[in-house]
């Protein structure tokens, strides 16, 4: 069972949109919320991560946004590039644990 | 910069055969991990190592084991490949939260 849930499977954007991935989570003890980046042929790389202390993250063009009472976060790509079409997971974990769980992942498209 | 190599980039096996997959990583990380990646499924976790000689069953173990004999290096075993075991492998490295990546085996056993 899935301990976090991503949603959408897939969205397509025209360059300069902004695609909109969300997560939700039912532990309530998660305190650490990673976002993670895959290119094609690559593994994935740590992208941006939240801790809920605090409502909002942004690292240049991607934005955290955080829901602590309704456990749910989402990734803002801000001004999308077609650089930016990658698969995206989001993933929870306690931070003195080892294990983070994984969202099942969203492929975005920026079209040109 | 971190690096985590792994030993293959694809892997054709036939059913039946004993798979080794290896995994280095660089950066002197205690933990380590072996996911395998399918889609619609995310990322799910098989094994992991907390430190040399020391394992732990993930979520999806069955069917494989792992050994860590030295730091560095991390490896997967799949005894008896079948064909529901062709995947994407990937292995990880951690500090301090955060999941260092290899660039994966893409396994298909025929």
């Known amino acids: 069972q899935q301990q976090v849930k991503q949603s959408p499977q897939s969205l397509i954007v025209q360059k300069g949109g902004i695609p909109i991935i969300n997560c939700a989570y039912e532990?309530?003890?998660?305190?650490?919320f990673p976002w993670y980046q895959q290119f094609p042929g690559k593994g994935p790389a740590l992208l941006i991560a939240?801790?809920?202390?605090?409502s909002e993250k942004k690292e240049g063009r991607f934005t955290i946004s955080f829901n602590k009472s309704a456990k749910q976060f989402s990734l803002h790509i801000m001004d999308s590039q077609p650089g930016d079409s990658a698969t995206y997971f989001c993933?929870?974990?306690?931070?003195?644990?080892?294990?983070?769980?994984f969202g099942a992942g969203t492929t975005v498209t920026v079209r040109a | 910069d971190v690096k985590v190599t792994q030993s293959s980039r694809y892997l054709v096996k036939r059913t039946g055969e004993k798979v080794f997959l290896e995994c280095v990583q660089d950066m002197d990380h205690e933990n380590m991990f072996w996911y395998r990646q399918d889609p619609g499924l995310g990322l799910r976790l098989i094994y992991f190592s907390y430190d040399v000689k020391m394992k732990e069953k993930g979520d999806i173990p069955e069917g494989y084991s792992v050994s860590r004999e030295k730091k560095e290096r991390f490896s997967l075993i799949l005894e008896s490949a079948s064909t529901n075991q062709t995947s994407m492998y990937l292995c990880?490295?951690?500090?301090?939260?955060?999941?260092?990546f290899g660039p994966g085996t893409r396994l298909l056993v025929l």
């Open positions: 939240i801790r809920p202390d605090v």
């Open positions: 990880a490295s951690r500090r301090i939260g955060t999941q260092y």
């Open positions: 532990n309530t003890a998660f305190d650490y």
């Open positions: 993933a929870a974990s306690k931070e003195d644990d080892y294990k983070l769980s």
